[in-house]
């Protein structure tokens, strides 16, 4: 594109902006050099230029789905390579987005959530079971990660990885993860000079890995094919056809999609409920009113579970969340491209070929919107503060027809899982330990523990 928008300052020759922004946290350095570069800016890597988006209001701009769609920036068309069209790397057009999507749907709606919710009691269940044998304090994102894969695998493949049962993650969630970061630092290198040839020796490195994912996820299928069991996602996308055009996905397609929802539906949420607990541990008010809550709902028993009707019911937990996720957003951001030439912001041109990465960590923080906007604060998503907020300004799940559709999977899962920790355990956290973030395919919190103690209910 031959536009230029405000960057860094200390572009060079040939590599352009790259040192700037570390290739090991690039979404972190982003979020400290971003905010004092205006509400859009770029950064040139080699050959590519990337444009980022920082305001809410251009993100409210390009969020206007008459004007604006989901684009594949190069890190996530890398992704291809292992997820090809399922649902999230899938181009808007590609015939099977759409077909994915209304077979699926479905299954995500508030209703379907009905048939998740034994199998995310249950699983909670083995984490506290887990816990009780640990001795100390517990790795909280750890902890998380292996609860929500045991929840998205269950619930979507009735697969059982064994997460609780082993101090390790299965393997698979190891290869799973390495390949995909080795296809988005790939991603990466795509404009570099020599970078084909850099990508094909990662490829060759990699091949082992990916072999390895795909042969279990094919596995997976094949156990399950010519039965008619549809309970659960795989049966779904193996037995269900378009009720018009009689369409199936194809076993390609349904490998991709199974490795989309375990990666797509397990960090993410895993990332959100370790951030909610970090920020209860370090606001005492707040997890004393988060606690209240879980106690007024749950009454004395320590042992008592949430029924599926309850859950809408945790509404202070549920701000918690979502305050965490508007500091923490662990899908750090989302491409949108202009449907024809347009203006943005009516004064940057784009075409359809250009995109923008929405850095929601510097829009959730937009001062224009968000007074104080570090300090933690759930009451922001009282309904009142809510409707005072210019639309678009909180966007943890993406925008329009392509935004996520395992939010109200995550949401179930999410307050569930809070609401019953608070209601069994004291927490506290180490108070030396200072926040720290990994950034992987998402953004988790890095070495933050708790002690839990059981709690003793008034009788
Ligand atoms: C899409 C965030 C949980 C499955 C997205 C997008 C965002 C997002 C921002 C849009 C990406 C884009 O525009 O490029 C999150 C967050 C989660 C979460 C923050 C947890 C807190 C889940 C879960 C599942 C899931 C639990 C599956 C059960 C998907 C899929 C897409 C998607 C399949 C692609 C949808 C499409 O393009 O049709 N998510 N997600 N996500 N998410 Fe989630």
Redesign the pocket.
């Known amino acids: 594109s031959g536009q230029t928008f405000p960057h860094a300052g200390r572009r060079k020759p040939i590599i352009g902006d790259l040192g700037v922004s570390s290739p090991r946290h690039p979404i972190l350095d982003l979020l400290e050099w971003g905010a004092d570069l205006g509400p859009i800016f770029e950064m040139r890597i080699f050959r590519q230029n990337f444009v980022f988006v920082s305001s809410a209001e251009l993100t409210a701009e390009l969020c206007d789905e008459t004007r604006f769609c989901?684009a594949l920036p190069p890190a996530?068309t890398a992704l291809r390579q292992y997820a090809g069209d399922g649902?999230?790397t899938?181009q808007n057009d590609e015939p099977n987005?759409q077909l994915a999507?209304e077979l699926l749907m479905p299954a995500?709606t508030k209703s379907a959530m009905q048939s998740y919710h034994p199998i995310m009691l249950a699983t909670t269940d083995e984490l506290f079971d887990y816990w009780q044998r640990q001795s100390g304090p517990v790795d909280v994102t750890q902890s998380m990660t292996k609860l929500t894969m045991e929840t998205?695998s269950r619930a979507?493949f009735s697969h059982d990885f064994g997460s609780f049962t082993s101090a390790q993650p299965h393997p698979f969630v190891g290869a799973m993860i390495r390949a995909l970061e080795t296809g988005r630092r790939k991603g990466g290198l795509r404009t570099a000079p020599g970078g084909s040839l850099l990508g094909r020796f990662i490829d060759r490195r990699n091949a082992g890995e990916q072999t390895y994912v795909d042969e279990m996820l094919d596995a997976l299928i094949a156990e399950r094919s010519g039965s008619a069991d549809d309970h659960d996602l795989l049966g779904i996308m193996l037995n269900a056809s378009h009720p018009e055009t009689g369409e199936r996905l194809s076993p390609l397609n349904i490998r991709y999609q199974i490795l989309?929802?375990l990666v797509?539906?397990?960090e993410?949420?895993s990332?959100?409920l370790s951030f909610t607990l970090y920020y209860l541990s370090r606001n005492p008010h707040c997890l004393a009113e988060a606690r209240r809550e879980a106690d007024e709902i749950l009454g004395d028993d320590p042992d008592a579970v949430p029924t599926f009707e309850q859950i809408p019911k945790f509404r202070y937990i549920r701000r918690c969340l979502d305050e965490a996720?508007r500091i923490w957003?662990?899908?750090p951001g989302?491409?949108r491209a202009p449907r024809e030439e347009t203006m943005v912001g009516g004064k940057y041109p784009m075409r359809p070929e250009d995109w923008a990465v929405i850095v929601l960590g510097l829009v959730h923080r937009d001062p224009s919107v968000w007074d104080a906007p570090d300090v933690y604060d759930p009451d922001r998503f009282l309904p009142a503060n809510v409707k005072k907020r210019p639309a678009h300004s909180y966007?943890?799940?993406?925008?329009g027809l392509?935004?996520?559709?395992?939010?109200q999977?995550?949401l179930h899962?999410?307050v569930l899982v809070l609401a019953r920790i608070l209601h069994r355990y004291e927490l506290s956290g180490d108070p030396d330990y200072e926040l720290a973030v990994d950034e992987r395919l998402t953004m988790v919190p890095r070495g933050f523990q708790l002690n839990l103690q059981p709690r003793r209910h008034p009788a």
């Open positions: 989901k996530i649902l999230f899938a987005w999507h995500f998205l979507a989309t929802f797509a539906g397990h993410t949420t990332g959100a996720l957003p662990t899908v989302f491409a966007k943890p799940f993406g925008a392509r935004a996520c559709i395992g939010r999977f995550a899962e999410s």
